[in-house]
């Protein structure tokens, strides 16, 4: 029996021998012809191989986060498809190729930037770089005391295109309206001619120019209506709105007209060109006078009721040589 046992020992030390020798041997080969790497696979496509996974994902999100131009102003990299890894053996002659993967990663990617606008009642204006220039901009606003301050803001910008930034020294410059001046209205004669003439149109002249609403409100009474408190029909458009609201031009022009005008009450005239004027009544007040060049959208007066009015309200005329034209043909 004790021999039966050895004999079985010795046959079963035999196999693991040979079953140990020939793993070394098939290990051997395999560590000789091959080596241990991950294919990689984009969108579930192969693209290639790399040898050191933890080192290729990080020069990925590398570039994600700050892209590869040399730019501070670069927010991220958006990349649609990130790679995928998967263990193999790879035969030792086939060479990983990691910067062609990472090529096919940025070819996906859409860079993003981040600067700041500076806006002027939610326009942007000027473009500035940083938070903190933004910041200065409004700070050189406020020293230089510019009437827009209360309109300017900040807006966070992320975009696949780029600006063009400037300064905040420049942002100011560009942005600064320098603080209103009430003109002084005389109470005898006026400042610069006008023409109140009662003839009107029904058609629609070509001015020539594109105009922009002066103010924002509600229309009261339209272009030819008559009514108990005018001794014709409506020669222009009334907006109503609040008492002290800024009056934008409608276009760019030289005011011809700054005072009092009879019914028209405190009035501004500003002549474009070839025979084409606007007309702003019942002001409050006025801030530019006879002979001042504007430009479209310049404050040049504000919202009121003088003169023959029922109310807080602009009354706006569109003149071709003198004719009064409805003013909704160009603007509201």
Known sequence: MFKKVMIHTKISIKFIVLFMISTFLIVGAIAFLYKPTYSVYINNEPIGYTENKAELQHKINDYIENGEEENGSIAFVQVANLPEYKLCLLKKD????????????????????????????????VYVSSFEEAEHVVSGLKEKNSSNLEKI????????????????????????????????????GNTGSVNTSLKTSGGKANIGIALIRPISGVITSRFGVRSNIRKSSHTGLDIAASTGTPIGAAASGTVTFSGRKGSFGNMIVITHGNGVQTYYAHCSSLYVSAGTQVSQGQTIATVGSTGNSTGPHLHLEVRVNGVAYNPQNYVY
């Open 153 to 188: 803001s900040i807006i966070e910008k992320y975009e696949e295109t780029m600006q063009d930034l400037v300064t905040s020294e420049e942002a100011v410059s560009k942005l600064y309206v320098a603080p209103l001046t009430k003109v002084n209205i005389a109470k005898k």
């Open 94 to 125: 086939v060479i990983a190729n990691d910067e062609e993967i990472f090529s096919k990663v940025k070819e996906q990617g859409v860079t993003y930037y981040r600067y700041y606008a500076v806006a002027d009642d939610g326009e942007e204006k």
